[in-house]
């Protein structure tokens, strides 16, 4: 099973390098390409959100991938990218972060780092690009993400090296990707992540999903990603997309 080598191509200002890594892709680009901006002017987060990406800020890329498995298990790659992001961080720094459900990068309950997994039909196939977005510093930050956002910088107290970063992080994701890809792989992320993760089990969320709310306590994932909440009322309910945010246990006083 195929691992990438990754081609860097750095752009000091994109509109977002996932549109960038898009456009390459539909161009032809290999697996591996790898677009890196010092600053984006309209970075994309989940469920249309903005990623806000002053320069030099943060670590902004995109990664195109073309995997060649069943299309059965892609729903597990946001997980994966997001151990390896975990992986890296705590060989880097000795970080230790909580990862959110699908793959947010949380430490103290606060945003370090988001993944956004997008898929385009090509003509070499349906390719993935993976976009990673990792908080540097949080100075040029607007103060409203003072309360939600944290930064390498913050949490470790010394300022990052973004390309030594990114190199550990390519050479992490590599490897990881093979993994995925072999015979029991996905299972082998499903189980790593639900040990990473304090929001795996047992954990009080409010799932927000269009208009579809759910509140109740986490019961691990299903084999394709997805997060089992178990509701007040006994009923499991499968989230294959949404905005988790942990809440207080209704038990707990006030
Ligand atoms: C999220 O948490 O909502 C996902 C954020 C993903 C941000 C990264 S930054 C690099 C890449 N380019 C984008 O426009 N978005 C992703």
């Not at 977002?16 to 898009?22: G, I, K, L, Q, R």
């Not at 597990?76 to 151990?83: R, S, Y």
């Not at 930064?151 to 995925?180: C, H, K």
């Amino acid at each position: 099973m195929e691992s990438f080598q990754a081609t860097i191509i750095r752009f000091e200002s994109l509109t977002s390098t996932n549109t960038e890594a898009a456009t390459r892709a539909a161009q032809g680009a290999t697996q591996g390409l790898c677009i890196v901006a010092r600053e984006q002017t309209r970075g994309r987060g989940r469920l249309q959100r903005t990623w806000v990406s002053p320069a030099g800020a943060g670590l902004y890329f995109s990664l195109l991938l073309r995997p060649r498995v069943d299309a059965g298990v892609w729903s597990l790659l946001p997980l994966m990218a997001a151990l390896a992001v975990a992986d890296t961080l705590d060989e880097a720094f000795e970080l230790k972060v909580d990862v959110k459900w699908p793959n947010d990068i949380l430490v103290h309950g606060r945003k370090l780092c988001g993944i956004l997994v997008e898929t385009i039909e090509t003509n070499l196939g349906r390719a993935v690009i993976l976009g990673i977005g990792i908080n540097l510093t949080t100075a040029a930050f607007p103060p409203d993400l003072d309360r939600i956002a944290t930064s390498l910088q913050e949490a470790t107290g010394v300022s990052p090296d973004a390309d030594a970063l990114l190199q550990s992080l390519l050479g992490t994701l590599s490897n990881r990707y093979e993994l995925w890809q072999t015979a029991g792989g996905a299972d082998a992320i499903r189980d790593e992540w639900q040990k990473h993760s304090s929001y795996a089990q047992g954990k009080r969320v409010r799932v927000v999903n269009g208009s579809e709310i759910v509140e109740g306590t986490t019961r691990g994932l299903e084999s394709d990603g997805a997060l089992r909440v178990e509701t007040d009322a006994g009923e499991i309910k499968v989230m294959r997309a949404g905005d988790v945010t942990s809440v207080r246990s209704q038990n707990r006083l006030r």
